[in-house]
Nanobody, 124 residues
């Protein structure tokens, strides 16, 4: 059973940047797509970005396109989310998740394994 641990969250001013990391252990990291999701207070969890094992295939939510970049380092069993030009509406708990297969997907049901999340707060 894979374990996922997110880090890199924090408090940042609008327009700033953060880089989230998600370290995986206990599984075969390179065989699966990885995704980032987020959940703001009072809202449902929503898709942010996903990447396949090779890094060739990625999908971004409209809200993330042009500002966020997902990447992975299979040698380090780590996936990253670089977030630039942050906005107050990006405030949420960010979760990484491991997919069922190497096929990128935007629905949370395609991700059976989840981390505990890291808080991102963007002040105006």
């Amino acid at each position: 059973q894979v374990q996922l641990v997110e880090s890199g969250g924090g408090l940042v001013q609008a327009g700033g940047s953060l880089r989230l990391s998600c370290a995986a252990s206990g599984g075969t990291f390179r065989n699966y797509a990885m995704g980032w999701f987020r959940q703001a207070p009072g809202k449902e969890r929503e898709f942010v970005a996903t990447i396949n094992w090779s890094g060739v295939s990625t999908i971004y939510a409209d809200s993330a396109t042009g500002r966020f970049t997902i990447s992975r380092d299979n040698a380090k069993n780590t996936v990253y989310l670089q977030m630039n030009s942050l906005k107050p509406e990006d405030t949420a708990v960010y979760y990484c998740a491991e997919g069922r297969t190497d096929i990128v997907a935007i629905t949370s049901t395609q991700y059976p394994s989840w981390g505990q999340g890291t808080q991102v707060t963007v002040s105006s």
